[in-house]
C-alpha cells in the first residue's frame, strides 16, 4: 500500500535532518517495509521542496547505477535518478571542507549541459542535439544510512540517490567534438590511480544515460526541462573519501575535473 502523505512529509524531514546534521539514520523500509519505489520518488521530491525553501534551486539530474560496477557495489539492478541542487554544486578546482558529512565517497562521472527540452521517449541522437556541452565531473555521493550499502532501492532514492556535491570539470566541449564512446577516465587519490575505466562502461554510452533520464521522468508525467545539468553516472565503484584528500579526475579528450577535501 501507497505511503501517506503524511508518512512521505516525515521520511523526507527525517532524511533532511540527518542530511544537514551530517548524522545517520536507519533505511526507511526496516520500519516501513511496504514502502514503494513510487513512495521513494515522492519522498525525494518533498525533500528537494525543503531544500527549495531553504533557498536552493534546482540545476538538474543525476543518474545512478548507469554501470556494472556501481549496482554490483550497492546489490541493486536498476538505473535511478535524483535531483541536483545549488548547494550541492563545485567548480574544479574546488577546495572544500565538506560540512557535515557522514560517510563520503567519490565517483568518475561525465555532465552534459541540456539546453532544449526533452520529453518521454528520446533517441540518443536527439538527447545529443538537445545537448550544448558535455565536461568530465566528481560525484561525492554521501548515503544518508547506516552503512551506507545494503539500501533498497525506494530508500536510495528516497534518499535523492545519496546525492551530496558535485564538481563539474575544468573544459567544456560540445558533444560533437568528443568521442564518448570509449573515452578512458582515471581517477587518482593523492596521486595514485584509485579507478580506471571507459566511458562505455556508462550506460553503453553516457548520452544513454540521458536517454534512459527522459523515460524515468516520463513515468511520472515529467520532462527534462532546460536548462539542465544531467550526471550521467560513475563508470567505477566509488570510493571512500578521507578528509585531506586530493582527487582528481581525467577523461581522455575531455579535460579534468578536481577536488581537495580539506582537513
Ligand atoms: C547511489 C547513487 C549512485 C551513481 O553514480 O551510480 C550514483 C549510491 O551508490 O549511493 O550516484
Ligand atoms: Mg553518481
Not at 121 to 143: K, Y
Request: proline fraction near 5%; charge should be negative.
Amino acid at each position: 500500500m501507497a505511503a501517506t502523505g503524511d508518512e512521505i512529509t516525515a521520511c523526507a524531514k527525517l532524511l533532511d535532518d540527518a542530511r544537514r546534521a551530517g548524522r545517520e539514520v536507519e533505511r526507511l523500509t526496516r520500519t516501513r517495509p511496504g514502502l514503494t519505489l513510487a513512495d521513494g520518488y515522492r519522498i525525494q521530491a518533498a525533500g528537494v521542496e525543503l531544500r527549495l525553501a531553504a533557498g536552493e534551486k534546482i540545476l538538474g539530474w543525476k543518474m545512478g547505477l548507469t554501470s556494472q560496477a556501481k549496482r554490483q557495489q550497492v546489490g541493486l539492478d536498476s538505473p535511478i535518478c535524483g535531483v541536483l541542487t545549488s548547494g550541492m554544486f563545485l567548480l574544479t578546482p574546488a577546495e572544500t571542507r565538506l560540512p557535515e558529512h557522514i560517510h563520503p565517497k567519490i565517483e568518475p562521472e561525465v555532465a552534459f549541459f541540456i539546453e532544449r527540452r526533452l520529453a518521454g521517449r528520446v533517441t540518443p541522437e536527439e538527447a545529443l542535439a538537445a545537448c550544448r556541452g558535455v565536461s568530465a565531473a566528481l560525484e561525492i555521493i554521501d548515503s544518508r544510512f547506516v552503512d551506507f550499502q545494503y539500501f533498497s532501492l525506494p530508500d536510495v532514492v528516497a534518499d535523492n540517490c545519496s546525492a551530496y556535491r558535485f564538481v563539474l570539470g575544468d573544459t567544456r566541449l560540445p558533444p560533437g567534438e568528443v568521442d564518448l564512446a570509449d573515452a578512458s577516465m582515471v581517477m587518482e587519490l593523492d596521486g595514485a590511480v584509485v579507478a580506471e575505466g571507459s566511458t562505455r562502461a556508462i550506460s553503453g554510452h553516457p548520452i544513454n544515460s540521458v536517454v534512459d533520464l527522459c523515460a524515468l521522468l516520463h513515468s511520472r508525467g515529467l520532462a527534462l526541462e532546460p536548462p539542465a545539468i544531467v550526471l550521467a553516472g560513475a563508470a567505477t565503484q566509488a570510493i571512500a573519501l578521507q578528509r585531506g584528500a586530493k582527487v582528481r579526475l581525467s577523461v581522455a579528450g575531455l579535460g579534468t575535473a578536481s577536488l581537495s577535501f580539506l582537513a
